[in-house]
């Protein structure tokens, strides 16, 4: 089990939940809840601030992609008869009955720093062979040549480990000098320079390691605040270092998207923090190819700005409505519900997997006292019964948690963020 801190901010009265690996928006009342993300499935929930997500997984040590759990739904539904040890998780899978996603989700890339060598493989391995033959050759279990070796193999694991250790304290000294220059209220750029040019000295790993790192706090120092560093460091660094051109470009990718979650952690994302990452995008030649989730979030958050500075417009709804009833949305969508598709048991833990089915598909039409789903029939769900609404930018569906039901209502429409704000527009206007 994995508890995190729930990385959001609020948009007016829109929350947007951000992490690696997706995005995803709520208002209202906080829950729990199964999904899939860009990462596989997961599930979810906690209150105030503190959440708790578990990942299934499809194999040993591995989460399930995207791609596994929409080719999961083709299977035709089956339970195995293997004991469940493991418990129950419940797997969402695509079945292609929502709309497609505003944003363009992809798989979360790892920092890509290297990690430090580590010799205690080399000291069971080798060390602890070379301690055995001695201890043989003590007892009159071997000869010269057999001790020999077990000491030459003694000394080198030893030797190994002591020198990566001084190795690591010197690389892992070098960096937290670096991170504690960058913290000062004016960094100092002589200084600056001055490790960065001890770390051209750094060799293999280390190196990289430190340029990685470094090159990471340098740069974010850099985007925070330029006017504390200068380019002319930033360009240095990245002609001395031992990164390639796509480790950089890796750098600047991982770097931006820490600096967009940073902004947008506690506090709206004002116009202002857009167009200082809309510059640091333009600065890192970064675009839609290596961060067009974000961008495309981007998009939608300044949608979402613009519709809750006013009151939503009135629209011609799709049918008659009661007196004094007014349209605020009508729109093409559809009315889903859960269904199991299929059950697995993989590493003793059962899976059971869910798929979304269409229900109703019409007009989704949203007034100031109802939401009305139109299509060969009608349903309608009152606005004063809804507890919650969460909105997964992932699979376009606006999910309601109303009062006295014990399944929330599962929408799906083209443009779910717009959609949600003018709901949440409408329940805190009756709470006014």
Not at 102 to 126: C, G, K, S, W
Not at 207 to 235: M, N, Q, T, V
Request: hydrophobic letters at 40%.
């Amino acid at each position: 089990m994995a508890f995190y801190l729930r990385k959001g901010f609020n948009f007016g009265p829109v929350r947007l939940n951000l992490s690696k690996g997706g995005v995803g928006v709520s208002g209202g009342i906080t829950g729990a809840r199964v999904g899939m993300s860009p990462r596989g499935a997961y599930v979810h929930g906690g209150r105030s601030g503190l959440y708790y997500r578990k990942y299934a997984r499809t194999g040993k040590g591995r989460s399930p992609s995207v791609m596994e759990s929409r080719s999961a739904a083709s299977i035709s539904p089956q339970t195995d008869n293997l004991s469940t040890g493991g418990g129950t998780v419940e797997v969402f899978v695509d079945t292609g009955s929502t709309f497609p996603s505003p944003v363009r989700i992809r798989r979360p890339d790892p920092f890509p720093a290297p990690d430090l060598p580590q010799t205690e493989r080399l000291l069971y391995f080798a060390g602890l062979p070379g301690l055995l033959l001695l201890l043989g050759t003590a007892l009159g279990l071997f000869g010269g040549v057999v001790a020999a070796a077990g000491l030459a193999l003694l000394a080198f694991s030893l030797g190994s480990h002591f020198y990566v250790g001084h190795k690591n304290r010197q690389a892992a000294e070098l960096l937290d000098a670096m991170r504690q220059e960058l913290i000062r209220e004016k960094p100092r750029h002589e200084k600056i320079n001055s490790l960065l040019q001890q770390a051209t000295r750094l060799t293999g790993t280390w190196r990289k390691w430190f340029d990685f790192h470094g090159g990471y706090e340098l740069e974010e120092a850099f985007a925070e605040k330029p006017d504390r560093i200068p380019e002319s460091l930033i360009g240095q660094f990245e002609r001395q270092s031992a990164l390639t051109r796509a480790e950089i470009e890796e750098l600047h990718i991982a770097l931006f998207q820490r600096r967009f979650e940073s902004l947008a952690r506690d506090h709206s994302l004002t116009e202002k923090d857009e167009r200082h990452l809309r510059d640091l995008a333009k600065r890192l030649g970064l675009g839609d190819q290596q961060i067009g989730e974000e961008l495309d979030t981007l998009a939608i958050l300044a949608e979402i700005r613009r519709e809750t500075e006013s009151f939503p417009e009135e629209t011609e709804p799709p049918v008659r409505l009661t007196g004094g009833e007014k349209c605020y949305a009508a729109v093409p969508g559809r009315l889903l519900k859960e269904k199991v598709q299929q059950y697995r048991t993989i590493d003793r833990v059962r899976h059971k997997y869910v798929g979304f089915e269409i229900e109703m598909d019409g007009t989704i039409c949203l007034t100031g006292k109802r939401i009305l789903i139109v299509a060969e029939g009608s349903r309608d769900y009152r606005l004063n019964r809804i507890l919650d609404v969460l909105l997964s930018l992932e699979d376009a569906t606006v999910r309601l948690v109303l009062d006295g039901r014990k399944t929330p209502v599962i929408l799906t429409m083209e443009r779910p963020a717009l959609f949600a704000a003018r709901l949440q527009h409408l329940l805190d206007a009756q709470l006014v």
